[in-house]
């Protein structure tokens, strides 16, 4: 599952933005099920951001987002995403040196 959130923090409050972006990559990484998370910029506009976290299975994302640091820190921060656009994604493709892996889908066609 990939959950990806856009920010886009006014540019006085970058460093702000930053300083509790580094302890919210921090705690939902250290999570059961969390396969990684990334943090970016966007070079064509510098006021845009993502975040990229990478879970095992739904079950993890939702398990991740329980402990109490993370509510206290994580989920604010999320909570500060531009809401234009779907956050949470299931993975369909994932490749690696050693290939490409197919995901089979958790939705049902529509």
Do not use: N
């Not at 991740?64 to 779907?86: G, I």
């Amino acid at each position: 599952m990939l959950l990806v959130c856009r920010f886009a923090p006014a540019a006085a409050q970058t460093a702000a933005f930053l300083e509790r972006a580094r302890r919210a990559v921090a705690l939902l990484a250290a999570q059961p099920g969390c396969e990684g998370v990334d943090l970016g910029r966007a070079i064509e506009e510098p006021e845009s951001w993502v975040l990229v976290a990478r879970f095992r299975s739904v079950t993890a994302y939702r398990k991740a987002l329980q402990p109490f640091d993370v509510r206290e820190h994580v989920v604010p921060l999320l909570s500060e995403a531009r809401t234009d656009e779907p956050a949470a994604h299931e993975r369909a493709l994932v490749a690696d040196p050693d290939g490409v892996t197919e995901h089979p889908s958790l939705l049902t066609d529509r």
